[in-house]
């Protein structure tokens, strides 16, 4: 069921059912009259007591049982329908992009040189308000973060979950997986935790605002391997310009350089972009870009959660069928108390 309506609705199943309702009619116009019943003679020996005093008969209702019957018929043809009660559509997760985010969290993303609105804030922190909009907007496609200082980990594996990879992105703190910057083990291990996944869309978002300083493997040679498994990489440069001065003793002071010519060379062997990005602005433009570059399924499909609700009139209708046989029975038995009170006690 695609959900092409929208808002809870009831609908029958099988509505070809409800064809069976005049049935009962059909075969009374189809089938012969039935005989009328004929009264056996109950011969007593004294007629003459029974015929003194016989009190008048009450009359007994007879269109009742005929009226419940039918009520009962109907319930059940609509039972057979199969009432169902449709929910509120739900999307269903779409075959999208497999994308790994990894966010640098060296001593540096400390550095205050980005704003928002008018409050100046650390490279994280503009980082986390920007990706966390972008992570968002992914839908269809299976996010994961990774995490990188010193040390690469999996914060998040591949998941449709969004909502569970912006939280933790935005518990992410500095300095939590070493303050040096291992931007080769990063990528290996997004590599690593994409080429084993079906999808042939593998893309890694890395954002950094430094150089490779540790880490087992050069960021090129990662490149090399994340080419070969087919990962596209697109690399983040986060942070102003340097600005160089001199200090109180006359030495050069100025912010980490962005080792540009690495994360340029790493996205052009993959087939990505480098960006830069030197205020939240143009870190909002470039996953803008990302968002035309990487776009997410576009067809929404969605499925209504059903109820089964047959069970409501079938179990009117077995209720008022017991009703209708109860009330036969209790007819006779009546009849039968009715008969033993007129009958003398030898007789009995």
């Given amino acids: 069921m695609d959900g092409l309506m929208s808002g809870a609705a009831f609908a029958f199943a099988w509505p070809w059912m409800l064809l069976a309702l005049p049935l009962p009619w059909l075969l009374r116009l189809v089938l012969p009259r039935a005989e009328p019943a004929r009264m056996s003679a109950l011969r007593v020996p004294f007629y003459r007591l029974l015929s003194v005093e016989q009190p008048e008969a009450a009359p007994v209702p007879r269109r009742w049982p005929l009226l419940l019957a039918l009520l009962a018929w109907l319930l059940l043809v609509l039972a057979a329908a199969r009432p169902q009660w449709l929910g509120e559509p739900v999307p269903l997760p779409m075959a999208g992009r497999d994308l790994m985010l990894a966010v640098d969290l060296s ?116 490149a090399e391997l994340a080419d070969e498994a087919g990962v596209r990489i697109y690399t983040i440069g986060v942070g102003a310009d340097p600005r160089a001065g001199l200090g109180a003793f006359g030495l050069s002071i100025g912010r980490n350089a962005i080792d540009e010519a690495t994360l340029s060379a790493i996205a052009e062997q993959t087939g990505g972009r480098y960006f830069r990005a030197r205020d939240v602005r143009e870190l909002q433009g470039i996953y803008g870009l990302l968002d035309e570059l990487e776009p997410a399924e576009s067809d929404r499909q969605t499925v209504r959660p059903v109820a089964e609700r047959f069970a409501w009139p079938l179990s009117v209708a077995l209720l008022l069928s017991a009703l209708v046989a109860a009330g036969r029975v209790g007819l006779i038995e009546r009849a039968r108390d009715e008969l033993r009170r007129l009958l003398p006690a030898s007789a009995r």
């Fill in 107 to 222: 001593g540096s993303m400390t550095e205050e040189d980005m704003v928002i609105g008018t409050r100046v804030v650390d490279r994280l922190t503009a980082v986390k308000a920007v990706a966390g909009d972008f992570i968002e907007r992914r839908e269809g496609d299976r996010v994961g973060l990774i995490l990188f200082g010193e040390q690469a980990y999996v914060q998040t594996p591949l998941t449709f979950d969004r909502a569970t990879a912006r939280t933790l992105l935005f518990e992410a703190v500095v300095g939590l997986a070493g303050r040096a910057t291992a931007i080769g083990d990063a990528i290996g291990l997004a590599v690593k935790r994409l080429r084993d996944q079906p999808n042939e869309e593998r893309v890694l978002v890395l954002l950094t605002d430094g150089a490779n300083t540790a880490g087992s493997i050069a960021p090129l040679k990662a």
